[in-house]
């Protein structure tokens, strides 16, 4: 078999993410073509041989459902992880007092973000087709109890005095009615147990062809399998191949003794099941069966759930993740660099940070920082980071706890609103010992320059005659006059 690659479509990528696997397109694109020469090799799933009733059917219709089901279950299993990872960075990074280190706290905190909406979009996308194919499964097994059901079904004469005999046209006229036997064609409520008589297992991404019982041969369900008559004494021309009618003139019938009954025996299952194609072969995984353009008003119901599996079966596994980053993997994330040369003031002056090349002092630095192996990135910035300590409270009290007992969005905003009360806290008090210490400030100016009285300026904080005008006081003579008034203060208090 040959096998071809192509890889333009990919030149098209309009996500970071995506334009990243551009260039490692060459060795994914060998194992791509290595995996199709391997999977085109591989016949139809093989547990489609195990399918020889409506009740093995039902099971295997089962198991696939699961496994389409699961075919999300990375994607949805990342979302809450990530979510985690954000939380902590946030919270780390509102603490740091690092400028440098709160920027690489904050750039993981935009990434971890970034691939929950990756992680949800394709989760959102891929649900489209998958709920479709779990709804026609779910159909085909309602069908398969119905059929089952009729399996059961008898046709038997009526017993008592209710035939009659036309004597003018010689035409008995015997009464027949349907019934539920005990015999069904298999055990659909054992096969359903956990402990079922046929065990079965589903390779999805090998199946080619599913086996299905089919609506429009429902009627092949019911076990006749002939009507015997029971004649006076035996038969003449007893032999084989005869018509309806030589075969009853070959009898004769006594009155008191004649019965008819119908002969029941469990149908085969290839009377009743259609094989319909999914894909056209393993080697063309990416495209349905020919048979499944569409689909129509008109397509059976075996060809609606083939299709929908189809679409299911297509999907690809895709989901992002931080379990292996590292400072060369992150160097890569558009987000990261990005961030890191808007807060970092070292790197203000990047033009195109994506660029590994023209911004080389910039990706060398988020290698180095975020460490070479994915057990140094750990070790900081998520072993190191849960245990560092952040404020909560609980009524009057606050306590410090690690990061890591913080588990919810509402208790990491809680944290966040005690940790800006502190930050706001310092401020003000800087702001205070700012102003405290330097009389600049432009209202003060303002107050000093419209004050024309010589004793009132001299009166005024901050404010001098000098020159003819009233004026802001030099730091250096509020400084010496502050310890003045501290000195005259100190007279006073011992007095």
Same mark, same amino acid.
């Given at each position: 078999?040959?096998?071809?690659?192509?890889?333009?479509?990919?030149?098209?990528?309009?996500?970071?993410?995506?334009?990243?696997?551009?260039?490692?397109?060459?060795?994914?694109?060998?194992?791509?073509?290595?995996?199709?020469?391997?999977?085109?090799?591989?016949?139809?799933?093989?547990?489609?041989?195990?399918?020889?009733?409506?009740?093995?059917?039902?099971?295997?219709?089962?198991?696939?459902?699961?496994?389409?089901?699961?075919?999300?279950?990375?994607?949805?299993?990342?979302?809450?992880?990530?979510?985690?990872?954000?939380?902590?960075?946030?919270?780390?990074?509102?603490?740091?007092?690092?400028?440098?280190?709160?920027?690489?706290?904050?750039?993981?905190?935009?990434?971890?973000?970034?691939?929950?909406?990756?992680?949800?979009?394709?989760?959102?996308?891929?649900?489209?087709?998958?709920?479709?194919?779990?709804?026609?499964?779910?159909?085909?097994?309602?069908?398969?109890?119905?059929?089952?059901?009729?399996?059961?079904?008898?046709?038997?004469?009526?017993?008592?005095?209710?035939?009659?005999?036309?004597?003018?046209?010689?035409?008995?006229?015997?009464?027949?009615?349907?019934?539920?036997?005990?015999?069904?064609?298999?055990?659909?409520?054992?096969?359903?147990?956990?402990?079922?008589?046929?065990?079965?297992?589903?390779?999805?991404?090998?199946?080619?062809?599913?086996?299905?019982?089919?609506?429009?041969?429902?009627?092949?369900?019911?076990?006749?399998?002939?009507?015997?008559?029971?004649?006076?004494?035996?038969?003449?021309?007893?032999?084989?191949?005869?018509?309806?009618?030589?075969?009853?003139?070959?009898? %004769?019938?006594? +009155?008191?003794?004649?019965? @008819? #009954?119908? =002969?029941?025996? *469990?149908?085969?299952?290839?009377?009743? /099941? &259609?094989?319909?194609?999914?894909?056209?072969?393993?080697?063309?995984?990416?495209?349905?069966?020919?048979?499944?353009?569409?689909?129509?008003?008109?397509?059976?119901?075996?060809?609606?759930?083939?299709?929908?599996?189809?679409?299911?079966?297509?999907?690809?596994?895709?989901?992002?993740?931080?379990?292996?980053?590292?400072?060369?993997?992150?160097?890569?994330?558009?987000?990261?660099?990005?961030?890191?040369?808007?807060?970092?003031?070292?790197?203000?002056?990047?033009?195109?940070?994506?660029?590994?090349? %023209?911004?080389? +002092?910039?990706?060398?630095? @988020? #290698?180095? =920082?975020?460490? *070479?192996?994915?057990?140094?990135?750990? /070790? &900081?910035?998520?072993?190191?980071?849960?245990?560092?300590?952040?404020?909560?409270?609980?009524?009057?009290?606050?306590?410090?706890?690690?990061?890591?007992?913080?588990?919810?969005?509402?208790?990491?905003?809680?944290?966040?609103?005690?940790?800006?009360?502190?930050?706001?806290?310092?401020?003000?008090?800087?702001?205070?010992?700012?102003?405290?210490?330097?009389?600049?400030?432009?209202?003060?100016?303002?107050?000093?320059?419209?004050?024309?009285?010589?004793?009132?300026?001299?009166?005024?904080?901050?404010?001098?005659?000098?020159?003819?005008?009233?004026?802001? #006081?030099?730091?250096?003579?509020?400084?010496?006059?502050?310890?003045?008034?501290?000195?005259?203060?100190?007279?006073?208090?011992?007095?």
């Amino acid at each position: 078999m040959h096998c071809t690659c192509s890889v333009a479509a990919v030149k098209d990528a309009v996500s970071p993410r995506q334009s990243r696997l551009f260039q490692r397109l060459f060795l994914a694109g060998t194992l791509i073509c290595f995996a199709t020469t391997v999977s085109a090799q591989l016949a139809n799933d093989p547990w489609q041989a195990a399918v020889t009733d409506i009740c093995t059917e039902d099971s295997y219709l089962s198991k696939l459902a699961l496994a389409i089901n699961r075919r999300l279950d990375e994607t949805r299993d990342a979302i809450p992880k990530l979510k985690n990872q954000a939380r902590r960075w946030r919270l780390a990074a509102a603490t740091e007092t690092d400028g440098k280190r709160r920027c690489l706290l904050g750039a993981l905190k935009g990434l971890a973000q970034e691939m929950i909406v990756d992680n949800k979009a394709a989760a959102a996308n891929a649900q489209l087709s998958i709920t479709a194919a779990l709804e026609q499964i779910q159909l085909q097994r309602g069908r398969l109890e119905a059929a089952h059901q009729l399996s059961k079904t008898k046709i038997q004469v009526q017993t008592g005095t209710v035939h009659t005999g036309d004597s003018w046209s010689h035409n008995p006229t015997l009464k027949v009615e349907t019934t539920t036997s005990e015999t069904e064609t298999c055990d659909l409520k054992r096969q359903r147990s956990s402990s079922p008589p046929t065990a079965i297992t589903v390779k999805p991404d090998q199946l080619m062809t599913l086996t299905l019982t089919d609506l429009n041969k429902l009627d092949k369900v019911i076990s006749i399998a002939s009507l015997k008559a029971m004649a006076q004494g035996s038969c003449t021309n007893d032999g084989a191949g005869k018509s309806e009618g030589e075969a009853l003139g070959s009898c %004769a019938f006594h +009155a008191s003794t004649g019965s @008819i #009954k119908f =002969q029941h025996s *469990k149908p085969a299952y290839s009377k009743y /099941k &259609t094989a319909v194609n999914i894909f056209t072969s393993n080697a063309a995984r990416n495209k349905c069966d020919d048979k499944l353009n569409g689909p129509t008003d008109d397509w059976p119901a075996t060809k609606h759930l083939a299709k929908a599996a189809c679409d299911a079966l297509m999907l690809k596994k895709q989901h992002w993740t931080l379990d292996s980053a590292a400072g060369e993997t992150l160097s890569q994330e558009k987000v990261i660099v990005e961030f890191i040369r808007n807060c970092d003031d070292d790197f203000k002056g990047v033009k195109d940070p994506a660029n590994p090349t %023209a911004a080389k +002092a910039l990706h060398d630095y @988020i #290698k180095e =920082q975020y460490g *070479k192996t994915h057990e140094n990135f750990k /070790k &900081t910035f998520e072993d190191d980071i849960d245990k560092r300590k952040v404020p909560t409270r609980n009524g009057d009290k606050t306590n410090l706890v690690d990061i890591s007992d913080i588990t919810t969005e509402k208790a990491a905003a809680l944290t966040l609103a005690l940790i800006m009360e502190q930050q706001i806290a310092r401020e003000k008090k800087a702001y205070i010992n700012h102003a405290s210490t330097s009389p600049t400030d432009a209202k003060t100016a303002e107050d000093c320059k419209e004050e024309k009285d010589k004793e009132k300026c001299n009166n005024k904080d901050w404010c001098k005659l000098k020159d003819g005008e009233c004026k802001v #006081k030099e730091e250096g003579e509020a400084k010496v006059e502050d310890k003045k008034e501290d000195k005259w203060k100190g007279k006073l208090e011992n007095v």
